[in-house]
């Protein structure tokens, strides 16, 4: 193989690692990286437990719809995300971590011992992280 030939396979290699790379990169939002992170650092299994509890107290008295969880009742390992708001649903609480005026995306986290997964809509979608944790857009 000559030189030349050489150069632009090593060209093609290297241009192709970099969009593989950049790819990488902008698969995850900076919020949902950092979500997936602390994910990592509480602990998918004391996120779903804590959620199992507040689940329990919330859902106590039968209601319908969208439940919003003040900040003084926010577990610990929710409050650690620095959510902009909790909202309660019969499946699972959707911490919003990031809204504009056109969506709202954030981790959505079923109750540990709950064996479901969120029903994505035409307006909403879920991506799994871990088993019973997403993270979730809602198109608004």
């Keep these: 193989m000559s030189v030349s030939a050489r150069c632009a ?11 593989a790379l950049t790819l990488a990169v902008a698969s995850c939002t900076p ?13 998918a299994g004391t996120l779903r437990q804590q959620a ?3 689940y329990k107290d919330v859902f106590a008295a039968p209601k319908t ?13 929710f409050a650690s995300f620095e959510p902009l708001s909790v909202g309660a649903y ?20 079923t ?8 029903r ?3 307006r909403t979608r879920f991506e799994r992280i871990e088993d019973g ?3 979730y857009v809602f198109e608004l």
């Design 31 to 43: 919020p949902e990286r950092k979500a997936r992170t602390l994910v990592q650092r509480v602990g």
């Design 90 to 109: 019969r499946d699972g609480f959707a911490l919003a971590i990031e809204r504009d005026s056109e969506r709202e995306s954030g981790l959505y986290v």
């Design 133 to 135: 944790i997403y993270w």
């Design 52 to 54: 199992a509890v507040l």
């Design 120 to 122: 994505p809509t035409h």
């Design 65 to 77: 719809g969208l439940i919003t969880i003040k900040r003084p009742d926010w577990p610990a390992a």
């Design 111 to 118: 109750p540990a011992q709950m064996d479901v997964q969120p």
């Design 9 to 19: 396979l090593v060209k093609l290699r290297v241009s192709l690692y970099l969009a």
